[in-house]
């Protein structure tokens, strides 16, 4: 399978705790996303990337967020000092290049549990 | 700012019992309009992209249809398999990648 895989699946931390998530796009997909969804809701888009410019970002990512895709290909996302509120499924997506290539396919997504 | 609104909730059909779920939306240079499916636990599922009011595309017993102002999954004799969370999500602005979803709609196919 070539789709989007991320890691871990699931993570479970102590409040305060810093956590880092990684994401690997489909192959030659230069377009990378992250949104958080939490229970009952659509996803929140967080940031985006091309290669490894980071284009947009959310003003839900807080100065406790950090995301880096240093050579265009990988993509991990840190939490600082996580809060309870941060407790959600993180999702990544990507999609090619091209003006008519706006789709973004999502990967499985990594379920964040703050205690 | 993109605000995107689906209805109903939740809708529970009988097996066969054709049906149509809504999304309305707001934005400002509408890029595209995205459907998803989503299973529990799992990433959404792209289905359908819709650019320019009138458009429709189909998928086995699915079809999508566009407005200037909302956006129709119809879903012709469902299956049981066709249970999920429909998403509905639009991308606007020039320039700008990020989607707008809506809350979705859960669908309960029972046979």
């Known amino acids: 399978d070539t789709g989007v895989s991320q890691n871990p699946r699931h993570k479970i931390t102590k409040r305060g705790q810093n956590v880092t998530f990684r994401c690997d796009p489909i192959?030659?997909?230069?377009?990378l996303y992250w949104y958080r969804q939490t229970l009952g809701q659509g996803p929140e888009f967080l940031t985006y990337?091309?290669?490894?410019?980071?284009?947009?970002k959310s003003r839900l990512l807080s100065d406790r967020f950090s995301a880096e895709r240093p050579k265009g290909s990988f993509s991990t996302l840190e939490i600082q000092r996580t809060e309870q509120g941060d407790s959600a499924m993180y999702l990544c997506?990507?999609?090619?290049?091209?003006?008519?290539?706006?789709?973004?396919?999502f990967g499985p997504g990594t379920r964040l549990t703050v205690l | 700012e993109d605000q995107v609104t689906q209805s109903p909730e939740a809708l529970r059909l009988q097996e066969g019992e054709s049906s149509s779920l809504n999304c309305s939306y707001t934005?400002?240079?509408?890029?595209?309009l995205f459907w998803y499916r989503q299973d529990p636990g799992k990433g959404p599922e792209f289905l359908f992209t819709?650019?320019?009011a009138g458009e429709e595309k189909e998928k086995e017993r699915l079809k999508a249809t566009l407005t200037k102002k909302e956006s129709f999954l119809h879903i012709t004799a469902p299956k049981p398999e066709d249970s999920a969370t429909y998403l509905c999500?639009?991308?606007?602005?020039?320039?700008?990648?990020?989607?707008?979803f809506g809350s979705g709609t859960r669908l309960q196919v029972q046979p």
């Open positions: 997506a990507s999609s090619p290049q091209g003006a008519s290539y706006n789709e973004q396919f």
């Open positions: 192959s030659e997909h230069n377009r």
């Open positions: 990337f091309q290669n490894e410019a980071q284009l947009e």
């Open positions: 934005v400002s240079g509408l890029r595209g």
């Open positions: 819709l650019y320019s």
């Open positions: 999500a639009v991308q606007g602005g020039k320039g700008r990648r990020a989607l707008t």
